[in-house]
């Protein structure tokens, strides 16, 4: 591998590493009102929209009678809506409503507000230094194609 790609691999091995990291502490810190099966679909939701059950299945890596279980809870709760597919009367569609957009807001703001307190100690520059990095970041994730 030349330099510059090898550079790359390890680049990416430790974002990957510490992504785990931080979101294994940050789901470990979030109030039990918001569990992590919850927020994890309703945010696959808010980034892919509407979809079939199949579709989420695939997009979350899980099985389709696990993904229909979870998006059951969450239109129990109203959390999202579910319909027939209008080209497939056997297939049922998801989409989040306005009280599971309010409870996917309201989950990042509590796991933020309980990780504040473990990185209060960073300096102003620090913070701009992330705060630079992180949009670097979310410009070349949003950028790339879908799969």
Request: charged fraction near 25%; proline fraction near 5%.
């Amino acid at each position: 591998m030349p330099d510059q790609e090898q550079r790359l691999h390890d680049l990416l091995v430790e974002l990957v590493s510490n992504t785990h990291r931080f979101t294994k502490m940050a789901t470990s810190l979030a109030p039990e009102r918001y569990p992590r099966t919850w927020l994890r679909a309703l945010a696959l939701l808010e980034e892919h929209g509407e979809m079939r059950v199949s579709d989420f299945a695939r997009l979350d890596h899980s099985s389709q009678p696990s993904a229909t279980a979870v998006l059951r809870t969450l239109s129990e709760r109203g959390l999202v809506e579910r319909s027939s597919d209008p080209d497939d009367a056997r297939a049922v569609r998801v989409a989040m409503t306005d009280v599971g957009q309010k409870t996917l807001a309201d989950g990042r703001n509590a796991i933020a507000d309980a990780l504040v307190p473990h990185f209060s100690h960073l300096e102003p520059e620090q913070i701009e230094r992330l705060t630079q990095g992180l949009a670097e970041l979310r410009s070349m994730i949003n950028g790339r194609s879908a799969p």
